[in-house]
């Protein structure tokens, strides 16, 4: 190893503390200490190290690249050697400062009475709506532990067991298809406290905020963090994690839509969708026929079946493919409504309220970004409320629960579990952070009645709801407080505050978007012993096998 002017700041602040015996080589000068400063104590206390020296601590090979090198490998070379990837300036400030807000972090919650309890990873599988990682059971053939989603039920126990405030940096895993921001294990900050109401919850987390941008960033945020419903959100944005750095809202156009001989709208309409558009400013000369069909795919991917782009024109005209189909004053009457000026473009999605919304908010994010709408520098923290209680779940044809079926409803709402789920609100927030779901959590349910009745909605019966959490109502049976709670990851946190875009750049190991660990080779085959000390045999259907990968042994 050797440390010189490449090394970030802690390698030379280690090298210091050098002792002499470890030492194969030192080139360069060596600065005796003036005298008077020479400290006796010390094995070095003789000699100054600096900058421009190399000490040589042992025989080392030529690095696959260097960390102080300019132009850096791939990210998966990067990871495949992670230790000289964290070698970095860049990797050492991104550590230290998930260090700084963790402390932060802890010492926030240390100071409002808050006690921090660990819990198990060996568990049963908690719905937190992802797949399980499961860990076989060697002692018990056939069953599995299930890694924690989130420690959720665990800190309800723990309200129940009369632990009013917990806290407690947690280690949570989920099998899901992962996106750029997504890690099969990640970090959550769990909170759970008693006695309690969504404002109660909230405000905990809006002093953390205000404190963190405080000290990390120097913003000054204030507080309240505005709040909207769900049902804004989607209306304004398209999305239940809005990103408000930027306007371009969403603004519907439904009822012109049907006034029109348009067959595209009036067949979304009478078909129980909605036309919605928005308007982007100044922007009809930006975009060429290319730049429109790229936008106009986009929406496709979202599922559109298309997009209706109009510019605008002197003397209140549309011009565009299906700006002649909009007769009889429908063109004046959507520019007035979206706010358009000469020079605008306008986009228009014609389809289910859901697809309208997905379209949108993907092209609304697009914008925002390529036409630079926003300061990157900017922190735009804010509440999503009132999430509804359920979700059509495409698989069973039922419902599902949206956040998770511990989810209380509003008081107002219960009698809707009977007459009419879909329209049934949860006391639920997410906290959104640039347009990202920075945490999120629920008031709980702590009558059992109520919990059995939303188990009976998802589709559980009585016989499996007490067979999987007969625990937690028998637990909700012996008296439980009124209790709330949140997670907020922690990993996404440090890459907002770090004003990064990838995730993995917060965590010191971490997998890639294929779930795998390059430098370990992490997940790997197994021996076949432990494979049969776990009553376990792998069978590997031919169509399993990825392109080029190669078949596990059996
Ligand atoms: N368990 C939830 C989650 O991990 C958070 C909560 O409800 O407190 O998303």
Known sequence: ??????????????????????????????????????????????????????????????????????????????LAHRWLDLRRQAMQDNLMLRHRMVKLMRDHFDEAGFIEVETPMLGRSTPEGARDFLVPSRLDHGSFFALPQSPQLYKQLLMMAGFDRYVQVAKCFRDEDLRADRQPEFTQLDVEMSFVEADDVMGVIDSLVQ????????????????????????????????????????????????????????????????????????????????????????????????????????????????????????????????GGTAGDLLLLVADSFEVSCKALHTLRKHLGATLELYDPKTLHCSWVVDFPMFAHDAETGGWAAMHHPFTAPRPQDIPLLESDPAACRAVAYDLV?????????????????????????????????????GFLLDALASGAPPHGGIALGIDRWVMLFARLDNIRDVIAFPKTQRASDLLTGAPGEVDAKQLEELGIRVVTPPAAVAPGGTAPSP
């Open 211 to 338: 404190k963190t941008a405080r000290e990390v960033l120097g913003l000054e945020i204030p507080l309240p963090l505005p709040r909207l419903s769900w049902d804004e959100a989607m209306e304004r944005f398209g999305h239940d994690a809005p990103d408000q750095r930027f306007g371009l809202e969403i603004t519907d156009c439904t009822d012109i839509a049907a006034d029109s001989e348009f067959r595209v709208f009036r067949g979304a309409v009478e078909a129980g969708g909605r036309v919605r558009g928005i308007r982007v400013a100044e922007a009809a000369s930006r975009f060429s026929r290319k730049d429109l069909d790229t936008l106009t795919q986009m929406a496709v991917d979202a599922g559109a079946k298309g997009l209706v782009w109009l510019k605008v024109e002197e003397g209140s005209s549309l011009a565009g493919p299906v700006a002649k189909n909009l007769t009889g004053g429908i063109d004046a009457r959507l520019i007035e409504r979206l």
């Open 433 to 469: 952070i640039n347009g990202s779901e920075a945490g999120g959590g629920t008031i709980r349910i702590h009558d059992s009645g109520v919990q059995q009745k939303v188990f009976e909605l998802i589709g559980l019966s009585p016989e499996v709801a007490r067979e999987q959490f």
């Open 1 to 78: 190893m050797v440390v010189g002017p490449e090394s970030g700041e802690a390698n030379l602040a280690a090298a210091k503390k050098v002792r002499p015996e470890w030492v194969l080589q030192v080139t360069g000068r060596i600065s005796p200490r003036p005298e008077g400063t020479v400290n006796a104590k010390l094995p070095t206390g003789g000699i100054e190290l600096a900058c421009e020296q190399l000490v040589v601590f042992s025989e080392a090979e030529t690095p696959v690249f260097q960390p102080g090198a300019v132009e850096l490998p791939g990210e998966e070379v990067r």
